[in-house]
């Protein structure tokens, strides 16, 4: 398994806004791509927070590669209040109940 988060810092007065953005550029889109597992977005305002998981690295690559996040930033530009920040995660421990 492969997983990706990506922080997104927004401004306090656009966070709701923002992440009904998000779920229409990202969450709907992901659940169509081959090799999608899950998609997350976890919220403490106003950061929130994603997660994809793939069942591999090229997987999550393709998904990048149709241009979803370019075109969400343009959605996104003026309601960021900085950078969002990526890290990249393999999968070490994992249980379930």
């Given at each position: 398994?492969y997983t990706a988060t990506m922080t997104y810092h927004f401004k306090p007065e656009a966070f709701d806004t923002a992440c009904a953005i998000w779920e229409q550029e990202v ?71």
């Amino acid at each position: 398994m492969y997983t990706a988060t990506m922080t997104y810092h927004f401004k306090p007065e656009a966070f709701d806004t923002a992440c009904a953005i998000w779920e229409q550029e990202v969450f709907a889109h992901a659940r169509e791509q081959e090799g999608f597992v899950r998609m997350q977005l976890l919220v403490a305002p106003p950061v929130a927070l994603a997660i994809g998981t793939w069942k591999s690295n090229a997987d999550a690559r393709r998904f990048m590669e149709t241009g979803v996040f370019r075109a969400l930033m343009q959605k996104l530009d003026a309601m960021i209040a900085k950078a969002p920040e990526q890290k990249i995660w393999d999968l070490k421990l994992y249980a379930e109940k």
